[in-house]
């Protein structure tokens, strides 16, 4: 199966030279990527948030195999859904989804199940800038609803033992955006609450403020999985690589949507 994109020409350029210079001016030069073990990156149109996520893949050496977690925005498929077969296009060209690596995580409660990506753009704005920075990239794609932090943990332990079986380096993305369409003093506010549970390696106090202060943050489930699977992998720091938000583009501070990225590692 080829999945063919669903947002290029409107969160990121459909032109292939476009899009390559698009990246090549989103992405910073670096000398010295860091090890990391998994990233949370924005997925908002690149117009937005594209700085923010090129800035912190930048900073992250990426390896051949990415996992990429991504909320489902639609509510169609499995709550937990795995496409373990086939390849993703881009306008970069066509990326293999690691069958091996996939197998290792399809066990329950995870599901295979191409219906939940079929429209989902979270996942899909990660591909071309991994496809920047490493040309041979792979990479397994989950996409998972609403779940319980019960759930979320069970995932994570999955996730882990499948990098360690798996044996070789993986790097697993969240991708996230933060406070939805709030004044940007309440969003900043909301959004430092989450991203200090994460720059402590708190997946448990991440999902209950997320929940308890009602932040809307999308992709919750995904960026607690990550972090669940990370402690798993021997993670012992996180560092916010940069946050901001809509306005600085827009200019409408009263209606902004927040965006971060964390390097854990």
């Given at each position: 199966?080829?999945?063919?994109?669903?947002?290029?020409?409107?969160?990121?350029?459909?032109?292939?030279?476009?899009?390559?210079?698009?990246?090549?001016?989103?992405?910073?030069?670096?000398?010295?990527?860091?090890?990391?073990?998994?990233?949370?990156?924005?997925?908002?149109?690149?117009?937005?948030?594209?700085s923010v996520a090129?800035?912190?893949?930048?900073?992250?050496?990426?390896?051949?195999?990415?996992?990429?977690?991504?909320?489902?925005?639609?509510?169609?498929?499995?709550?937990?859904?795995?496409?373990?077969?086939?390849?993703?296009?881009?306008?970069?060209?066509?990326v293999k989804i690691?069958?091996?690596?996939?197998?290792?995580?399809?066990?329950?409660?995870?599901?295979?199940?191409?219906?939940?990506?079929?429209?989902?753009?979270?996942?899909?704005?990660?591909?071309?800038?991994?496809?920047?920075?490493?040309?041979?990239?792979?990479?397994?794609?989950?996409?998972?609803?609403?779940?319980?932090?019960?759930?979320?943990?069970?995932?994570?332990?999955?996730?882990?033992?499948?990098?360690?079986?798996?044996?070789?380096?993986?790097?697993?993305?969240?991708?996230?955006?933060?406070?939805?369409?709030?004044?940007?003093?309440?969003?900043?506010?909301?959004?430092?609450?989450?991203?200090?549970?994460?720059?402590?390696?708190?997946?448990?106090?991440?999902?209950?403020?997320?929940?308890?202060?009602?932040?809307?943050?999308?992709?919750?489930?995904?960026?607690?999985?990550?972090?669940?699977?990370?402690?798993?992998?021997?993670?012992?720091?996180?560092?916010?690589?940069?946050?901001?938000?809509?306005?600085?583009?827009?200019?409408?501070?009263?209606?902004?949507?927040?965006?971060?990225?964390?390097?854990?590692?």
């Amino acid at each position: 199966m080829i999945r063919t994109p669903v947002v290029a020409n409107q969160f990121y350029p459909g032109d292939p030279l476009i899009l390559e210079n698009t990246l090549k001016d989103l992405i910073p030069e670096q000398t010295e990527p860091k090890p990391a073990i998994a990233v949370l990156s924005p997925h908002a149109g690149y117009i937005y948030s594209g700085s923010v996520a090129g800035e912190t893949f930048a900073n992250s050496q990426i390896p051949q195999d990415v996992v990429i977690l991504g909320p489902n925005h639609h509510g169609q498929g499995a709550p937990i859904a795995l496409m373990n077969d086939g390849e993703w296009q881009t306008p970069l060209g066509n990326v293999k989804i690691n069958n091996e690596l996939a197998a290792l995580i399809a066990k329950p409660p995870v599901e295979i199940d191409d219906l939940a990506h079929r429209f989902e753009h979270s996942l899909e704005v990660q591909v071309p800038f991994l496809q920047y920075l490493r040309k041979n990239v792979s990479i397994v794609p989950l996409v998972i609803s609403h779940i319980p932090y019960s759930t979320c943990v069970a995932v994570g332990k999955i996730l882990a033992l499948a990098i360690k079986e798996y044996a070789k380096p993986v790097l697993i993305v969240a991708s996230t955006d933060m406070t939805h369409y709030e004044p940007r003093e309440s969003a900043a506010r909301k959004d430092h609450l989450a991203l200090d549970h994460i720059k402590s390696l708190d997946p448990q106090g991440l999902y209950n403020t997320v929940v308890e202060k009602r932040i809307s943050m999308c992709g919750i489930m995904p960026s607690t999985i990550a972090l669940a699977a990370a402690m798993e992998l021997g993670a012992t720091k996180s560092n916010l690589i940069r946050y901001t938000d809509s306005g600085e583009v827009s200019g409408d501070t009263d209606h902004v949507v927040g965006y971060a990225g964390v390097l854990i590692s």
